[in-house]
Nanobody, 115 residues
Framework: QVQLVESGGGLVQAGGSLRLSCAAS????????MGWYRQVPGKQRELVAR???????QYVDSVKGRFTISRDNAKNTVSLEMNSLKPEDTAVYYC?????????WGQGTQVTVTV
């Protein structure tokens, strides 16, 4: 059973930076992608960025040029570097691992960006 443990997040002023990390434990095979989603109260969880097993990446338009997703295969970690943060980036961020037929989720970490 794969488990995901997130770290990072917190409170930052607009324009600042944060780094989220997610460590995956357990037997990992048939991985499609790992990624980060975020959710604010009353809204659906949205994909922020993901990195496929082959290394390609995708970003939601609102974070392109500001966020960078990366993966360390040897350590089974995925990170999200967030720069030029905006108040609208405030959300609970969730790490996700997609194995085609099922997903695993982290517990979520709060990111709050103040004006």
């Amino acid at each position: 059973q794969v488990q995901l443990v997130e770290s990072g997040g917190g409170l930052v002023q607009a324009g600042g930076s944060l780094r989220l990390s997610c460590a995956a434990s357990g037997t990992i095979f048939s991985l499609n992608f790992m990624g980060w989603y975020r959710q604010v109260p009353g809204k659906q969880r949205e994909l922020v960025a993901r990195i496929f097993s082959g290394g390609s990446t995708q970003y939601v338009d609102s974070v392109k040029g500001r966020f960078t997703i990366s993966r360390d295969n040897a350590k089974n970690t995925v990170s999200l570097e967030m720069n030029s943060l905006k108040p609208e980036d405030t959300a609970v961020y969730y790490c996700n691992a997609n194995f085609f037929s099922y997903d695993r989720w982290g517990q979520g970490t709060q990111v709050t960006v103040t004006v």
